[in-house]
T-cell receptor, first 115, second 114 residues
Framework: AQKVTQAQTEISVVEKEDVTLDCVYE???????LFWYKQPPSGELVFLIR??????QNEISGRYSWNFQKSTSSFNFTITASQVVDSAVYFC????????????FGTGTSLTVIP | NAGVTQTPKFQVLKTGQSMTLQCAQD?????MSWYRQDPGMGLRLIHY???????DQGEVPNGYNVSRSTTEDFPLRLLSAAPSQTSVYFC?????????????FGPGTRLTVL
């Protein structure tokens, strides 16, 4: 079974629009960590955020914000006032304490911001 | 610090050829891993190592071998390349603080098997 599901394969938005990338995860652990990574067209993986399962506070960093809801097992990522430089593939990932450091990645969401 | 380095960046092989993808890190991390990235599949774990001399299989280990003789290096070997191994390969090293793991990825190796 897929531990991390990113149902949105591709999203296109016009510049300055807000966009939310969905991530749903599955785990039986009570302690786990969730991550978002960005992969721009150049191909490298860029770390964006890590959250632990005990901290459900939403986080905002500039135009980026993350909404973590344990009740729905979701960790969604919103970009406000999108820019062309936000065009990339975004991956959500899960790390469980019981499986050590194995990271489970979603299949990614490809975001295109149209100028 | 160079972080995680991978060589080569690009490689083309013929079916049946062998090669080694190199990965090195200078952060003294005990944990290293190899992933492959395929379109629509995300990143899938091939092999990982929790320290020198210790390796284990991930989700898709078939066709790949690894060894870990030093903390710094974690090479991935393809003994007999197949077209199904055409992919982008990422090496990562990790450390833990208070149970929270953080991974650092290399720049990737794009491999094509003809």
């Amino acid at each position: 079974a897929q531990k991390v599901t990113q149902a949105q394969t591709e999203i296109s938005v016009v510049e300055k629009e807000d966009v939310t990338l969905d991530c749903v995860y599955e785990t039986r652990d009570t302690t786990y960590y969730l991550f978002w990574y960005k992969q721009p067209p150049s191909g490298e993986l860029v770390f964006l955020i890590r959250r632990n399962s005990f901290d459900e506070q939403n986080e905002i960093s500039g135009r980026y914000s993350w909404n973590f809801q344990k009740s729905t097992s979701s960790f969604n990522f919103t970009i406000t006032a999108s820019q062309v430089v936000d065009s990339a593939v975004y991956f959500c990932a899960l790390s469980e304490v019981t499986t050590g450091n194995q990271f489970y990645f979603g299949t990614g969401t490809s975001l295109t911001v149209i100028p | 610090n160079a972080g995680v380095t991978q060589t080569p960046k690009f490689q083309v092989l013929k079916t049946g050829q062998s090669m080694t993808l190199q990965c090195a890190q200078d952060m003294n991390h005990e944990y290293m891993s190899w992933y492959r990235q395929d379109p629509g599949m995300g990143l899938r774990l091939i092999h990982y190592s929790v320290g020198a001399g210790i390796t284990d299989q991930g989700e898709v280990p078939n066709g790949y071998n690894v060894s870990r003789s030093t903390t710094e290096d974690f090479p991935l070997r393809l003994l007999s390349a197949a077209p199904s191994q055409t992919s982008v390969y990422f090496c990562a090293s990790s450390y833990s603080t208070g149970g929270a793991w953080e991974q650092f990825f290399g720049p990737g190796t794009r491999l094509t098997v003809l």
